[in-house]
């Protein structure tokens, strides 16, 4: 493609993206439960999932994180360029490559240091947020303040995947039979994984690393007795990808700070704790079984706006950059533009409508009332 073919590619793109918040309130949502819009004190009974997940740019105020890390939001989100040196960012159709900046830069820091010393030749980012952070409407409980982060645990290849492949291609679970064992397949798990490992757990800001019981259980054959190891927490799925946490990060005065892991290396009774008791399902209560029919109860049962911190509804009607290119961290070249124009062409092709407009709307009427 010539020099003049690629300037029209940039421009056709960039007016795209132009165009991404014009796309609002096309088809709005209907709320899939049988539940009204409304509660009788005017309460906005919108399912929170949706107020923010179908918001589609961040707001512009000053970056902040508010509430706790499964019941949040984001101000002042910024996005991961699609492509860096030693990253790529996939799922592009979700946009949920937000964070607070503090993330966006430690994740390319990441890339880049691991890139030059670790032998890992760079990162495929998973989901990171919402614009604005708040619950999904599919997937995490957790990720709605911007400061956790997904990535694959499977290294970047030379190639650049096209944003279609980004789509279709999937992580790859370092544990035996494609993750139905709890052991780590050495076939598959690599020095480089363990050093990518604890160069993210050695950042001061990182609180967190949840990884599957085995990759815990794989880290402390080698790097048993080491402080940073308290970092990586054992939880549930976690082979396909580890999850980076960050600690409040300073500005963020509404941020509910997380307690600290336990002292330790967590390479003892509390790791076998999980094979011999969580993994197995013996923990898990039998449910009660019910007496009778249950009464509706007299709001919704899922979470609405009431039910997340004060700040988030300012964060939701805050005002919006003019293109997503404009709050991507390292912006200003076409593919930028060209990756922001696919995910809105994802939106449309899957019809997921855009409601900040009936956010806007609704929102002053739920404050007075």
Not at 18 to 42: D, H, I, K
Not at 275 to 298: C, E, H, I, M, R
Not at 335 to 348: C, G, L, M, V
Not at 356 to 369: A, M
């Amino acid at each position: 493609m010539g020099s003049s073919g690629k300037a029209m590619q940039a421009v056709a793109a960039t007016l795209g993206v132009m165009l991404w918040a014009m796309m609002a309130a096309l088809t709005p949502p209907a709320n899939a439960q049988s539940w009204p819009e409304r509660g009788p004190q005017g309460q906005n009974w919108t399912p929170a999932k949706e107020l923010f997940g179908y918001t589609p740019l961040p707001s512009t105020q000053s970056a902040a994180s508010f509430g706790t890390y499964t019941r949040g939001c984001l101000a002042g989100g910024q996005a991961i360029s699609a492509d860096g040196p030693t990253w790529q960012a996939m799922r592009l159709s979700r946009n949920r490559r937000w964070g607070h900046p503090a993330m966006i830069g430690l994740i390319e820091r990441l890339s880049r240091e691991a890139a030059a010393q670790d032998g890992w030749p760079g990162l495929l980012v998973g989901d990171i947020s919402q614009p604005r952070g708040g619950p999904m409407l599919s997937g995490h409980a957790s990720h709605q303040m911007g400061i956790d982060a997904d990535i694959w645990l499977r290294p970047m290849p030379d190639q650049r995947f096209s944003f279609g492949q980004r789509e279709r291609e999937s992580a790859i679970s370092v544990l035996k039979d494609g993750g139905k064992s709890w052991t780590v397949d050495d076939r598959i798990w690599t020095p480089a994984h363990g050093k990518l490992l604890r160069r993210a757990a050695n950042y001061p800001e990182v609180q967190r690393l949840f990884v599957h019981p085995g990759i815990k259980k794989k880290m402390c054959e080698t790097y048993r007795g080491q402080s940073w190891m308290a970092k990586l927490r054992p939880w549930y799925g976690h082979h396909y990808h580890f999850h980076i946490r960050l600690r409040c990060q300073p500005g963020s005065t509404g941020c509910k700070a997380q307690a600290a892991p336990p002292a330790g290396d967590g390479c003892g009774d509390a790791l076998d704790y999980w094979f011999n008791v969580k993994l197995p399902g013996l923990d898990k209560k039998q449910a009660k079984k019910s007496t009778g029919p249950k009464a509706k109860p007299s709001r919704p049962p899922f979470r609405i706006l009431a039910d997340m911190p004060d700040a988030c509804s300012q964060v939701l009607t805050g005002p919006t950059p003019s293109t997503p290119v404009a709050a991507t961290l390292r912006s200003g070249n076409w593919q930028d533009a060209e990756s922001w124009a696919f995910t809105e062409q994802w939106r449309r092709k899957k019809r997921v409508p855009v409601i900040l407009p009936k956010i806007v709307q609704t929102l002053p009427r739920f404050r007075q009332g």
